[in-house]
Protein backbone atom coordinates (compact mmCIF):
# COMPACT_ATOMS: atom_id res chain seq x y z
CA UNK A 1 0.00 0.00 0.00
CA UNK A 2 1.15 3.21 -0.42
CA UNK A 3 0.94 6.71 1.20
CA UNK A 4 -0.16 9.70 -0.91
CA UNK A 5 0.54 13.42 0.07
CA UNK A 6 -1.10 16.68 -1.61
CA UNK A 7 1.70 18.50 -2.87
CA UNK A 8 1.88 22.19 -4.61
CA UNK A 9 2.71 21.13 -7.49
CA UNK A 10 0.35 17.85 -6.98
CA UNK A 11 -0.09 14.38 -5.78
CA UNK A 12 3.05 13.18 -3.97
CA UNK A 13 2.89 8.99 -3.39
CA UNK A 14 5.44 7.04 -2.09
CA UNK A 15 5.60 3.02 -0.55
CA UNK A 16 5.27 2.62 2.79
CA UNK A 17 8.21 0.49 3.22
CA UNK A 18 10.18 3.64 2.16
CA UNK A 19 8.62 5.75 4.79
CA UNK A 20 9.64 3.75 7.73
CA UNK A 21 13.50 4.27 9.21
CA UNK A 22 15.88 1.30 8.85
CA UNK A 23 18.59 0.48 10.68
CA UNK A 24 22.68 -0.01 9.79
CA UNK A 25 21.68 -3.60 8.09
CA UNK A 26 18.76 -2.56 6.11
CA UNK A 27 16.27 -3.79 8.22
CA UNK A 28 13.14 -1.78 9.43
CA UNK A 29 12.70 -1.57 13.15
CA UNK A 30 9.44 -2.82 14.49
CA UNK A 31 7.04 -0.15 14.49
CA UNK A 32 3.84 0.21 16.73
CA UNK A 33 0.39 2.13 14.74
CA UNK A 34 -1.53 4.80 17.25
CA UNK A 35 -3.92 1.93 16.71
CA UNK A 36 -2.18 -0.87 18.35
CA UNK A 37 -1.02 1.64 21.04
CA UNK A 38 -4.12 2.51 22.01
CA UNK A 39 -5.48 -0.86 21.92
CA UNK A 40 -2.04 -2.37 24.00
CA UNK A 41 -3.42 0.82 26.56
CA UNK A 42 -6.95 -0.65 26.38
CA UNK A 43 -6.05 -3.85 27.46
CA UNK A 44 -2.91 -2.98 30.07
CA UNK A 45 -6.17 -0.95 31.76
CA UNK A 46 -8.34 -4.17 31.43
CA UNK A 47 -4.90 -6.23 32.79
CA UNK A 48 -4.80 -3.63 35.98
CA UNK A 49 -8.45 -3.59 36.61
CA UNK A 50 -8.60 -7.60 36.78
CA UNK A 51 -5.88 -7.00 38.84
CA UNK A 52 -7.25 -4.83 41.50
CA UNK A 53 -10.36 -7.30 41.17
CA UNK A 54 -8.09 -10.66 41.82
CA UNK A 55 -6.51 -8.61 44.53
CA UNK A 56 -9.99 -7.38 46.09
CA UNK A 57 -11.75 -10.94 46.12
CA UNK A 58 -8.93 -12.85 47.15
CA UNK A 59 -8.37 -10.25 50.43
CA UNK A 60 -12.54 -10.62 50.21
CA UNK A 61 -12.06 -14.32 50.68
CA UNK A 62 -10.07 -13.88 53.88
CA UNK A 63 -12.46 -11.44 55.25
CA UNK A 64 -15.41 -14.14 54.76
CA UNK A 65 -13.07 -16.32 56.30
CA UNK A 66 -13.01 -14.28 58.99
CA UNK A 67 -16.40 -13.89 59.24
CA UNK A 68 -17.18 -17.30 59.44
CA UNK A 69 -14.95 -17.93 62.47
CA UNK A 70 -16.58 -14.66 64.42
CA UNK A 71 -20.24 -16.41 63.60
CA UNK A 72 -18.73 -19.51 65.27
CA UNK A 73 -17.10 -17.73 67.98
CA UNK A 74 -20.64 -15.75 68.30
CA UNK A 75 -22.44 -19.74 68.72
CA UNK A 76 -20.18 -20.73 70.80
CA UNK A 77 -20.47 -17.91 73.61
CA UNK A 78 -24.10 -18.37 72.99
CA UNK A 79 -23.63 -22.24 73.70
CA UNK A 80 -21.58 -21.71 76.71
CA UNK A 81 -23.69 -19.35 78.33
CA UNK A 82 -26.93 -21.68 77.84
CA UNK A 83 -24.46 -24.18 79.99
CA UNK A 84 -23.32 -22.14 82.44
CA UNK A 85 -26.91 -21.02 82.79
CA UNK A 86 -28.20 -24.75 82.85
CA UNK A 87 -25.11 -25.50 85.23
CA UNK A 88 -25.83 -22.46 87.84
CA UNK A 89 -29.33 -24.25 88.04
CA UNK A 90 -28.45 -27.69 88.47
CA UNK A 91 -25.91 -26.17 91.07
CA UNK A 92 -28.99 -24.86 92.87
CA UNK A 93 -30.61 -28.07 92.76
CA UNK A 94 -28.14 -30.07 94.28
CA UNK A 95 -27.81 -27.43 97.34
CA UNK A 96 -31.90 -27.61 97.51
CA UNK A 97 -31.62 -31.11 98.29
CA UNK A 98 -29.14 -30.57 100.75
CA UNK A 99 -32.48 -29.66 103.14
CA UNK A 100 -35.17 -31.80 102.01
CA UNK A 101 -36.37 -34.20 103.98
CA UNK A 102 -37.04 -36.83 101.05
CA UNK A 103 -33.58 -37.70 100.55
CA UNK A 104 -34.41 -39.87 97.55
CA UNK A 105 -36.10 -37.91 95.70
CA UNK A 106 -33.91 -35.05 96.00
CA UNK A 107 -31.50 -36.79 94.48
CA UNK A 108 -33.41 -38.45 91.87
CA UNK A 109 -34.19 -34.78 90.99
CA UNK A 110 -31.02 -33.48 91.25
CA UNK A 111 -29.58 -36.53 88.81
CA UNK A 112 -32.03 -35.20 86.31
CA UNK A 113 -30.88 -31.93 86.46
CA UNK A 114 -27.45 -32.88 86.25
CA UNK A 115 -27.81 -35.61 83.20
CA UNK A 116 -29.56 -32.38 81.12
CA UNK A 117 -26.72 -30.21 81.84
CA UNK A 118 -24.23 -33.27 81.01
CA UNK A 119 -25.83 -33.47 77.57
CA UNK A 120 -25.30 -30.04 76.64
CA UNK A 121 -22.06 -30.35 77.62
CA UNK A 122 -21.59 -33.11 75.13
CA UNK A 123 -20.76 -30.21 72.14
CA UNK A 124 -18.03 -28.75 73.66
CA UNK A 125 -16.05 -31.30 75.81
CA UNK A 126 -14.36 -33.10 73.17
CA UNK A 127 -12.22 -29.42 72.57
CA UNK A 128 -11.77 -29.30 76.20
CA UNK A 129 -10.06 -31.78 78.36
CA UNK A 130 -10.89 -30.59 81.73
CA UNK A 131 -14.53 -30.21 80.61
CA UNK A 132 -14.43 -33.58 79.50
CA UNK A 133 -13.01 -35.21 82.73
CA UNK A 134 -15.42 -33.30 85.22
CA UNK A 135 -18.52 -34.13 82.87
CA UNK A 136 -17.08 -38.25 83.01
CA UNK A 137 -16.58 -37.43 87.04
CA UNK A 138 -20.26 -36.36 87.19
CA UNK A 139 -21.69 -39.38 85.29
CA UNK A 140 -19.85 -41.50 87.76
CA UNK A 141 -21.46 -39.69 90.68
CA UNK A 142 -24.92 -39.77 89.63
CA UNK A 143 -24.85 -43.80 88.84
CA UNK A 144 -23.67 -43.98 92.63
CA UNK A 145 -26.75 -41.14 93.28
CA UNK A 146 -28.84 -43.85 91.60
CA UNK A 147 -27.85 -46.92 93.56
CA UNK A 148 -27.44 -45.33 97.14
CA UNK A 149 -28.07 -41.73 97.69
CA UNK A 150 -25.86 -40.20 100.30
CA UNK A 151 -25.34 -36.95 101.74
CA UNK A 152 -21.63 -37.64 100.90
CA UNK A 153 -22.35 -38.81 97.20
CA UNK A 154 -24.26 -35.58 97.15
CA UNK A 155 -21.39 -33.21 98.64
CA UNK A 156 -19.45 -34.80 96.31
CA UNK A 157 -20.97 -34.33 93.22
CA UNK A 158 -22.24 -30.46 94.44
CA UNK A 159 -18.25 -30.13 94.63
CA UNK A 160 -17.46 -31.52 91.25
CA UNK A 161 -20.44 -29.25 90.07
CA UNK A 162 -18.87 -26.22 91.54
CA UNK A 163 -15.83 -27.08 89.83
CA UNK A 164 -16.85 -27.91 86.45
CA UNK A 165 -19.17 -24.34 86.65
CA UNK A 166 -15.75 -22.21 87.03
CA UNK A 167 -13.94 -24.11 84.58
CA UNK A 168 -16.68 -23.37 82.45
CA UNK A 169 -17.13 -19.80 83.39
CA UNK A 170 -12.84 -19.72 82.31
CA UNK A 171 -13.67 -21.47 78.80
CA UNK A 172 -16.44 -18.88 78.16
CA UNK A 173 -14.49 -15.89 79.21
CA UNK A 174 -11.38 -17.23 76.55
CA UNK A 175 -14.37 -17.35 73.74
CA UNK A 176 -15.44 -13.53 74.73
CA UNK A 177 -12.22 -12.77 74.48
CA UNK A 178 -11.64 -15.18 71.07
CA UNK A 179 -14.75 -13.05 69.73
CA UNK A 180 -13.46 -10.17 70.49
CA UNK A 181 -10.38 -10.19 68.66
CA UNK A 182 -12.17 -11.82 65.35
CA UNK A 183 -14.22 -9.04 65.45
CA UNK A 184 -11.58 -6.53 65.42
CA UNK A 185 -9.78 -9.02 62.80
CA UNK A 186 -12.84 -8.25 60.83
CA UNK A 187 -12.25 -4.95 61.22
CA UNK A 188 -8.83 -4.33 60.42
CA UNK A 189 -9.34 -6.66 57.09
CA UNK A 190 -12.07 -4.67 56.30
CA UNK A 191 -10.35 -1.64 56.45
CA UNK A 192 -7.37 -2.78 54.70
CA UNK A 193 -9.42 -3.99 51.75
CA UNK A 194 -10.81 -0.61 51.08
CA UNK A 195 -7.68 0.86 51.55
CA UNK A 196 -5.83 -1.00 48.93
CA UNK A 197 -9.14 -0.90 46.49
CA UNK A 198 -9.51 2.47 46.97
CA UNK A 199 -5.19 3.09 47.02
CA UNK A 200 -5.01 1.00 43.56
CA UNK A 201 -7.75 2.64 41.62
CA UNK A 202 -6.31 6.05 42.44
CA UNK A 203 -2.86 4.54 41.36
CA UNK A 204 -4.09 3.32 38.29
CA UNK A 205 -5.90 6.87 37.82
CA UNK A 206 -2.84 8.61 38.37
CA UNK A 207 -0.69 6.21 36.21
CA UNK A 208 -3.46 6.06 33.47
CA UNK A 209 -3.73 10.15 33.46
CA UNK A 210 -0.33 10.26 33.13
CA UNK A 211 0.46 8.41 30.55
CA UNK A 212 -1.94 9.97 28.88
CA UNK A 213 -0.79 13.01 29.39
CA UNK A 214 2.56 12.50 27.75
CA UNK A 215 1.29 10.53 25.00
CA UNK A 216 -0.67 13.16 24.04
CA UNK A 217 1.80 16.12 24.84
CA UNK A 218 4.10 14.04 22.85
CA UNK A 219 2.32 13.68 20.04
CA UNK A 220 0.69 17.20 19.69
CA UNK A 221 4.16 18.50 20.07
CA UNK A 222 5.29 16.46 17.04
CA UNK A 223 2.45 17.14 15.09
CA UNK A 224 3.41 21.03 15.90
CA UNK A 225 6.75 20.44 14.56
CA UNK A 226 5.88 18.95 11.30
CA UNK A 227 3.22 21.18 10.47
CA UNK A 228 6.25 24.44 11.29
CA UNK A 229 7.96 21.99 9.06
CA UNK A 230 5.55 21.74 6.04
CA UNK A 231 5.40 25.11 6.29
CA UNK A 232 8.82 25.90 6.43
CA UNK A 233 9.43 23.97 2.90
CA UNK A 234 6.12 25.82 1.50
CA UNK A 235 7.86 28.58 2.38
CA UNK A 236 11.24 27.58 0.51
CA UNK A 237 12.71 25.66 3.64
CA UNK A 238 15.03 22.96 2.37
CA UNK A 239 17.95 22.52 4.74
CA UNK A 240 17.55 19.91 7.33
CA UNK A 241 14.90 17.19 7.71
CA UNK A 242 12.66 17.08 10.23
CA UNK A 243 14.42 14.55 12.79
CA UNK A 244 11.91 11.15 13.19
CA UNK A 245 11.71 10.04 16.50
CA UNK A 246 8.32 7.93 16.40
CA UNK A 247 7.45 4.28 14.60
CA UNK A 248 4.14 5.23 14.19
CA UNK A 249 1.69 6.42 11.64
CA UNK A 250 3.06 10.33 12.47
CA UNK A 251 6.48 9.09 12.35
CA UNK A 252 5.84 7.55 8.22
CA UNK A 253 3.98 10.87 7.53
CA UNK A 254 7.14 12.79 9.23
CA UNK A 255 9.61 10.33 7.11
CA UNK A 256 7.06 11.21 3.51
CA UNK A 257 7.50 14.81 4.26
CA UNK A 258 11.33 14.78 4.67
CA UNK A 259 11.12 12.34 1.62
CA UNK A 260 8.83 15.34 0.13
CA UNK A 261 11.32 17.78 1.10
CA UNK A 262 14.33 15.97 -0.40
CA UNK A 263 12.80 15.48 -3.87
CA UNK A 264 11.41 18.97 -4.24
CA UNK A 265 15.22 19.91 -3.70
CA UNK A 266 16.34 17.79 -5.75
CA UNK A 267 13.48 18.66 -8.50
CA UNK A 268 14.28 22.34 -7.99
CA UNK A 269 18.17 21.84 -8.32
CA UNK A 270 17.92 19.90 -11.04
CA UNK A 271 15.34 22.82 -12.69
CA UNK A 272 17.92 25.43 -11.82
CA UNK A 273 20.71 23.32 -13.36
CA UNK A 274 18.22 23.14 -16.43
CA UNK A 275 18.08 26.63 -16.29
CA UNK A 276 21.73 27.72 -16.04
CA UNK A 277 22.66 25.08 -18.72
CA UNK A 278 19.86 26.30 -21.17
CA UNK A 279 20.92 30.02 -19.96
CA UNK A 280 24.42 29.26 -20.69
CA UNK A 281 23.67 27.84 -24.14
CA UNK A 282 21.81 30.86 -24.93
CA UNK A 283 24.57 33.27 -23.91
CA UNK A 284 26.83 31.57 -26.25
CA UNK A 285 24.66 30.95 -29.08
CA UNK A 286 24.27 34.58 -29.30
CA UNK A 287 28.04 35.13 -28.53
CA UNK A 288 27.88 32.95 -32.02
CA UNK A 289 25.45 34.51 -33.70
CA UNK A 290 27.04 38.16 -33.03
CA UNK A 291 30.59 36.93 -33.48
CA UNK A 292 29.47 35.85 -37.03
CA UNK A 293 28.03 38.95 -37.88
CA UNK A 294 30.74 40.26 -37.04
CA UNK A 295 32.79 38.33 -38.66
CA UNK A 296 31.08 38.91 -41.92
CA UNK A 297 30.55 42.65 -41.39
CA UNK A 298 34.81 42.73 -40.22
CA UNK A 299 35.68 40.52 -43.56
CA UNK A 300 35.03 42.52 -46.10
CA UNK A 301 37.11 45.80 -44.89
CA UNK A 302 39.57 43.41 -43.21
CA UNK A 303 39.94 41.63 -46.99
CA UNK A 304 40.22 45.04 -48.72
CA UNK A 305 42.80 45.95 -45.85
CA UNK A 306 44.81 42.94 -46.21
CA UNK A 307 44.94 43.09 -50.17
CA UNK A 308 45.91 46.84 -49.92
CA UNK A 309 48.32 45.91 -47.51
CA UNK A 310 49.83 42.96 -49.46
CA UNK A 311 50.18 45.08 -52.65
CA UNK A 312 51.81 47.69 -50.85
CA UNK A 313 54.24 45.56 -49.67
CA UNK A 314 54.62 43.88 -53.08
CA UNK A 315 55.25 47.68 -54.63
CA UNK A 316 57.97 48.50 -52.14
CA UNK A 317 59.81 45.21 -52.18
CA UNK A 318 60.63 45.33 -55.47
CA UNK A 319 61.13 49.29 -55.76
CA UNK A 320 62.92 49.01 -52.69
CA UNK A 321 61.64 51.73 -51.16
CA UNK A 322 63.58 53.03 -48.77
CA UNK A 323 60.80 53.74 -46.44
CA UNK A 324 59.96 50.00 -45.93
CA UNK A 325 60.61 48.72 -42.54
CA UNK A 326 61.16 52.65 -41.29
CA UNK A 327 58.05 54.30 -41.75
CA UNK A 328 55.80 52.26 -43.67
CA UNK A 329 55.02 48.80 -42.00
CA UNK A 330 53.11 47.00 -44.53
CA UNK A 331 53.58 43.18 -43.64
CA UNK A 332 52.28 44.61 -39.91
CA UNK A 333 49.23 45.51 -41.22
CA UNK A 334 49.15 42.17 -42.72
CA UNK A 335 49.63 40.43 -39.28
CA UNK A 336 47.25 42.71 -37.34
CA UNK A 337 44.70 41.98 -40.01
CA UNK A 338 45.32 38.52 -40.09
CA UNK A 339 45.23 38.58 -35.85
CA UNK A 340 41.40 39.70 -36.04
CA UNK A 341 40.31 37.26 -38.59
CA UNK A 342 41.57 34.49 -36.12
CA UNK A 343 39.90 35.77 -33.38
CA UNK A 344 37.04 36.31 -35.43
CA UNK A 345 36.72 32.72 -35.96
CA UNK A 346 38.32 31.03 -32.95
CA UNK A 347 35.35 33.14 -31.35
CA UNK A 348 32.52 31.81 -34.14
CA UNK A 349 33.75 28.12 -33.31
CA UNK A 350 34.15 28.13 -29.48
CA UNK A 351 30.47 28.97 -30.02
CA UNK A 352 29.11 26.41 -31.97
CA UNK A 353 26.09 24.49 -30.70
CA UNK A 354 27.77 21.41 -29.20
CA UNK A 355 25.86 18.21 -29.26
CA UNK A 356 24.07 17.11 -25.96
CA UNK A 357 25.38 13.51 -25.51
CA UNK A 358 28.72 12.66 -24.63
CA UNK A 359 31.37 11.78 -27.09
CA UNK A 360 35.09 11.48 -27.68
CA UNK A 361 36.66 15.03 -27.34
CA UNK A 362 39.94 16.41 -27.48
CA UNK A 363 40.38 17.62 -23.82
CA UNK A 364 43.21 20.14 -24.83
CA UNK A 365 41.75 21.71 -27.35
CA UNK A 366 39.20 22.21 -24.99
CA UNK A 367 40.86 23.59 -22.05
CA UNK A 368 43.17 25.71 -25.14
CA UNK A 369 39.61 27.79 -26.21
CA UNK A 370 38.43 28.17 -23.11
CA UNK A 371 41.34 29.93 -21.92
CA UNK A 372 41.27 31.70 -25.21
CA UNK A 373 37.79 32.48 -25.35
CA UNK A 374 37.73 33.89 -21.26
CA UNK A 375 40.75 35.50 -22.15
CA UNK A 376 38.74 38.53 -23.69
CA UNK A 377 37.00 39.33 -20.56
CA UNK A 378 38.23 42.60 -18.35
CA UNK A 379 39.00 40.10 -15.17
CA UNK A 380 42.08 38.46 -17.51
CA UNK A 381 43.66 41.81 -18.57
CA UNK A 382 46.10 41.88 -15.22
CA UNK A 383 46.23 38.19 -14.82
CA UNK A 384 49.08 35.84 -16.62
CA UNK A 385 47.17 32.74 -17.76
CA UNK A 386 49.61 30.18 -18.60
CA UNK A 387 48.85 26.72 -19.74
CA UNK A 388 50.63 23.54 -19.39
CA UNK A 389 49.07 20.87 -22.07
CA UNK A 390 49.98 17.17 -22.31
CA UNK A 391 50.91 16.40 -25.55
CA UNK A 392 50.02 13.05 -24.89
CA UNK A 393 46.85 13.53 -23.66
CA UNK A 394 43.94 10.60 -24.75
CA UNK A 395 40.41 11.34 -26.17
CA UNK A 396 38.10 11.46 -23.36
CA UNK A 397 34.31 10.45 -23.89
CA UNK A 398 31.82 13.57 -22.14
CA UNK A 399 29.85 16.43 -23.24
CA UNK A 400 31.78 19.22 -24.51
CA UNK A 401 29.18 21.69 -23.46
CA UNK A 402 29.44 20.81 -19.93
CA UNK A 403 33.65 20.64 -19.97
CA UNK A 404 33.00 24.34 -21.31
CA UNK A 405 30.70 25.37 -18.56
CA UNK A 406 32.55 23.99 -15.99
CA UNK A 407 35.74 25.25 -17.08
CA UNK A 408 34.85 28.84 -17.76
CA UNK A 409 32.77 28.50 -14.01
CA UNK A 410 36.57 27.53 -12.66
CA UNK A 411 38.30 30.47 -14.44
CA UNK A 412 36.04 33.06 -13.36
CA UNK A 413 35.88 32.11 -9.80
CA UNK A 414 40.37 32.23 -9.86
CA UNK A 415 39.86 35.90 -11.79
CA UNK A 416 37.57 36.81 -8.82
CA UNK A 417 40.07 35.62 -6.68
CA UNK A 418 42.60 37.37 -8.18
CA UNK A 419 40.64 40.67 -8.72
CA UNK A 420 40.95 41.95 -4.80
CA UNK A 421 44.84 41.30 -4.80
CA UNK A 422 46.97 44.45 -4.64
CA UNK A 423 48.21 46.25 -7.94
CA UNK A 424 51.90 45.41 -7.20
CA UNK A 425 51.03 41.58 -6.85
CA UNK A 426 51.59 39.84 -9.89
CA UNK A 427 48.00 37.51 -10.26
CA UNK A 428 48.83 34.27 -12.14
CA UNK A 429 46.50 31.65 -13.10
CA UNK A 430 48.15 27.97 -14.34
CA UNK A 431 45.83 25.38 -16.39
CA UNK A 432 47.41 22.13 -16.64
CA UNK A 433 46.70 19.03 -17.85
CA UNK A 434 47.98 15.70 -17.47
CA UNK A 435 47.18 12.17 -18.37
CA UNK A 436 46.87 9.77 -15.74
CA UNK A 437 46.99 5.83 -15.84
CA UNK A 438 43.25 5.48 -15.80
CA UNK A 439 41.96 9.41 -15.64
CA UNK A 440 42.99 12.87 -17.35
CA UNK A 441 43.22 15.62 -15.20
CA UNK A 442 42.78 18.97 -15.21
CA UNK A 443 44.48 21.90 -12.66
CA UNK A 444 43.48 24.94 -12.74
CA UNK A 445 45.47 27.03 -9.97
CA UNK A 446 45.90 30.59 -8.78
CA UNK A 447 48.24 32.57 -6.36
CA UNK A 448 45.30 34.65 -4.67
CA UNK A 449 44.39 34.99 -1.28
CA UNK A 450 43.49 31.21 -0.74
CA UNK A 451 40.40 30.37 1.16
CA UNK A 452 40.04 29.03 5.33
CA UNK A 453 39.08 25.91 6.15
CA UNK A 454 36.02 26.72 6.76
CA UNK A 455 34.67 28.40 4.04
CA UNK A 456 36.60 25.32 1.85
CA UNK A 457 33.92 22.90 3.66
CA UNK A 458 31.37 25.22 2.19
CA UNK A 459 32.12 25.74 -1.31
CA UNK A 460 29.86 22.79 -2.41
CA UNK A 461 27.31 23.55 -1.02
CA UNK A 462 24.16 25.12 -3.16
CA UNK A 463 23.62 28.71 -2.67
CA UNK A 464 26.65 29.39 -0.74
CA UNK A 465 29.12 32.39 -1.93
CA UNK A 466 31.51 34.86 -0.58
CA UNK A 467 30.85 36.74 -3.45
CA UNK A 468 28.72 40.53 -3.08
CA UNK A 469 24.85 40.26 -3.60
CA UNK A 470 24.58 40.31 -7.42
CA UNK A 471 27.51 38.97 -8.45
CA UNK A 472 27.04 35.28 -7.06
CA UNK A 473 24.42 33.01 -6.76
CA UNK A 474 26.46 30.14 -5.16
CA UNK A 475 25.34 27.33 -7.84
CA UNK A 476 28.33 27.48 -9.71
CA UNK A 477 30.75 24.79 -8.04
CA UNK A 478 28.07 22.38 -6.77
CA UNK A 479 26.35 22.74 -10.98
CA UNK A 480 30.13 22.54 -11.94
CA UNK A 481 30.71 19.09 -9.72
CA UNK A 482 27.49 17.52 -10.39
CA UNK A 483 28.42 18.05 -14.30
CA UNK A 484 31.62 16.04 -13.54
CA UNK A 485 29.75 13.83 -11.61
CA UNK A 486 27.77 12.78 -14.63
CA UNK A 487 30.62 12.35 -16.50
CA UNK A 488 31.88 9.78 -14.00
CA UNK A 489 34.55 11.99 -13.00
CA UNK A 490 35.21 14.30 -9.68
CA UNK A 491 36.19 17.52 -8.75
CA UNK A 492 37.98 18.96 -5.50
CA UNK A 493 39.18 22.22 -4.49
CA UNK A 494 42.17 22.63 -2.52
CA UNK A 495 43.46 26.11 -0.80
CA UNK A 496 44.87 27.10 1.80
CA UNK A 497 45.01 30.73 3.24
CA UNK A 498 47.31 33.15 1.07
CA UNK A 499 48.70 30.29 -0.94
CA UNK A 500 46.23 30.36 -3.42
CA UNK A 501 43.44 27.49 -4.36
CA UNK A 502 43.86 24.34 -7.34
CA UNK A 503 40.89 23.20 -8.67
CA UNK A 504 41.07 19.43 -9.99
CA UNK A 505 39.08 17.60 -12.32
CA UNK A 506 39.25 14.55 -12.79
CA UNK A 507 37.73 12.03 -15.78
CA UNK A 508 38.03 8.37 -16.41
CA UNK A 509 39.85 7.03 -18.98
CA UNK A 510 38.47 4.10 -20.70
CA UNK A 511 40.82 1.80 -22.55
CA UNK A 512 39.09 1.61 -26.13
CA UNK A 513 39.00 5.63 -25.50
CA UNK A 514 42.92 5.66 -25.57
CA UNK A 515 43.69 6.73 -29.17
CA UNK A 516 45.77 9.99 -29.76
Keep these: MNTTFSTADGLYEMPDDETRPQDHLGRQPRSLSLRAKGIIAFILMVAYSLLIGVSTETQRQGLLHVVDELEMAHRTEAQLLEINTSMARTLFSVNMSFSDDDLASSAIRSMI??????????AIQDRHPTVLMLAGKLHALVR??????????LGVARATLNELIIELDGVTKNAHAHRLRLLDQYRENYDRITLSSLAMLVIGLILLGAVTAIFFSRLT???RKLEAHAHGIVNGNRDEPLPVTRNDELGTLMHAVNRMQQDLRERERHIERARLEQFHREKMVAVGSLAAQLAHEINNPIAAITGVASAMNQVQQSQQCPNHGVSCHPGLILEQAKRISTITRQIADFTRPQPKRPELLNLNEIVSNTCAFVSYDRRFRRIAMTTELD???PAIRAIGDHLTQV???????AADALEEMAADHPAKILVRTQALEHEALVEIADNGAGIDADTLGKVFDEYFTTKPAGKGTGLGLALSRELIEDAGGT??????????ATARIRLPLRPHERVA
Design 221 to 223: WDI
Design 113 to 122: EVEASLSLLE
Design 407 to 413: LMNLLFN
Design 144 to 153: DLAQSPTLST
Design 391 to 393: SEM
Design 491 to 500: LTLDSEPGKG
